[in-house]
């Protein structure tokens, strides 16, 4: 590394006569730059530390003292300490509010932010939505500078853009690119994905940082990379900052998100479905499934039935509308462009609040399912058909779940050895169990046993 740098110098003294300067102006022009620019705006953009740890997951059985003292197994520790680097914004200087990733400050103990004037704070989390990867933490400081935001619905594929963050610790950085794509969808990186793609350049430490247009106006929270070695290749993904907008103005009311609730299973209209629904073009989103009571069935809506629009914006597939709908607060109004046997119909609804373990039944409600979310295994999920369980929707990362080990997107087959195969028979079994949960929880192709206490 440092014989590459040195010869990039060597390259450059070489190539630059001592004497020789830059010009100030070309043809009595200005030179253009975004200096002035990030001038305004870099104060505003944090570099995050954290220190924490996280429990290591190991065989039962070496948690037996007796199995230990059989095999003269030396004690082992259960807890790894951890630390990370990452990135924020600050979007509230009166009240010191930092937007940042959930995957930067999750399992920290303590929180540390640092200013570009050299001024570092501890700060207190306010909330996190690991579905989002969004969490807000909060610094107490004077003299802070916020960004303003811009209207992320506005960005076009071509703008220009600009990336700050801190990449692999070495402090603030700026880099430049423009928007490669918009709303991409089902890369796995979040829950709820409409994200921006920039082949500004990102690496690890950006997490958390901003991208802002020309103007200095915060248009996206940088989030991931796609990259086979862990390093840029011009594929960056920011979450929207009108997405941010909503999920923070939760956080910071409640310290966490209440999602929006329809109750409907919902499809991609593929090229075949559309044909044989009679449609021109597949755009929209199939419900395959009613949940009784909920607010789909309430409002009328069928399953057939496909939604084109909801509250005059088009619906692209489902998870546009899974999108759309889990950032709506409860109670807000829907209103839905239904396709129903070949005729356009609007119908209204209301954001419930969703149908959870915590919520299905009165018998259930107890400190171990607290911040719990569990959904019946759709056929819209990966495992559906060879596995029968429930699904995790959402989970607090105060929650006893989430202290255990447990994530968003697991499935829970099975509660203190005894099958279950959807959310009544989950909740109906916790309820009568007393003492600790021991569950069978699945991810990917690997399945674990996780313990709340």
Do not use: C, W
Request: charged content about 20%; cysteine-free.
């Amino acid at each position: 590394m440092s014989v590459r740098i040195f010869l990039a110098l060597l390259v450059l003294t070489v190539g630059l006569p001592a004497s020789a300067q830059l010009p100030a102006a070309v043809s009595g022009q200005a030179l253009p730059s975004l200096a002035p620019m990030l001038e305004r705006v870099t104060p505003a953009v944090v570099n995050i530390s954290t220190e924490g740890h996280v429990k290591l997951r190991m065989n039962p059985l070496f948690e037996d003292p007796f199995f230990r003292r059989f095999f003269n197994i030396p004690d082992m520790p259960n807890q790894r300490k951890t630390q990370s680097l990452g990135s924020g914004v600050i979007v509230d200087a009166a009240r010191g509010l930092v937007l940042t990733n959930h995957h930067v400050i999750a399992n920290a103990d303590a929180i540390t932010v640092k200013l570009t004037d050299g001024r570092e704070f501890t700060a207190k989390l306010i909330g996190g939505d690991p579905e989002t990867d969004l969490a807000v933490i909060q610094i107490k400081a004077d003299k802070l500078m916020a960004l303003a935001r811009a209207n992320s619905e506005n960005l076009r594929v071509g703008d220009f853009v600009v990336a700050i963050g801190n990449p692999f610790g070495l402090g603030q950085t700026v880099t430049s690119g423009i928007v490669s794509a918009l709303e991409r969808s089902g890369l796995g990186i979040t829950g709820y994905e409409e994200l921006i793609q920039t082949d500004a350049s990102i690496n690890p430490g950006n997490s958390g940082g901003a991208l802002v247009n020309l103007r200095g106006e915060l248009v996206g929270i940088n989030t991931a990379i796609y990259s086979q070695s862990g390093g840029n290749i011009g594929i960056g993904f920011a979450i929207p900052i009108n997405m941010a907008q909503r999920v923070m103005e939760q956080l910071v009311e409640f310290g966490e998100v209440n999602r929006g609730f329809l109750g409907a299973e919902m499809q991609n209209l593929t090229p075949d479905l559309a044909a044989a629904f009679g449609l021109p073009n597949p755009a929209g989103a199939v419900l395959v499934n009613i949940m009784p009571g909920s607010p789909a069935d309430k409002a009328g809506l069928r399953a057939g039935d496909v939604v084109v629009t909801v509250n005059d914006k088009a619906v692209r597939d489902a998870t546009d509308l899974r999108n759309t709908v889990g950032l709506m607060r409860v109670g807000d109004p829907l209103q839905l462009e239904v396709l129903r046997d070949g005729k356009r119909m609007r119908v209204s609804a209301r954001v419930g609040a969703r149908m959870t373990a915590e919520t299905t039944s009165e018998g259930a409600r107890n400190e171990r399912l607290a911040g719990l979310s569990v959904q019946d295994l759709g056929p819209d999920h990966p495992a559906y058909g060879s596995l029968a369980g429930v699904v995790v929707q959402e989970l607090s990362p105060r929650s006893p779940g989430f202290q255990a080990g447990l994530r968003p997107g697991d499935v829970i087959s099975a509660v203190n050895n005894q099958e279950v195969s959807n959310v009544n028979e989950f909740v109906d079994l916790v309820g009568k169990l007393q003492g600790q949960l021991v569950l069978r929880v699945h991810r990917g192709d690997q399945a674990a046993f996780l313990v709340i206490k």
